[in-house]
């Protein structure tokens, strides 16, 4: 189940001042996941000709922050190399985009366990 680990964490075992210590580096990744569509973006645009809008990225990462913290995802961060690998190899379009959120789907269940086989 998703939520299992809000039922196995006892709140009293927790290291508060631990807690507290990372505040700046939370602080810093988040200025750093902020950071970085604004320059990934452009770059990933001229590297494939291809036309940008800003605040539509922006807003698609925002949701899908925003619905990651919420589910105890891990934050959306565009990987440049790896997007621009995949645009020139011809996978521009909804459909290849598709295909790959549902194969990421996938390994997502799937992964764990053929993972614990390596």
Known sequence: DLFDIWRVIDFRNICWPAIVNSIPTLFALSIFSLIHVPINIPAFAISTKTEADMNKELVAHGYSNMFAGAFGGLQNYMA???????????????????????????????????????
């Open 80 to 118: 440049y190399t790896q997007s621009v690998l995949y645009a020139r190899s011809g996978g521009m379009g909804k459909a290849s985009g598709l295909a790959v959120a549902v194969a990421t789907s996938a390994l997502f269940f799937v992964g764990p366990k053929m993972a614990s086989y390596i």
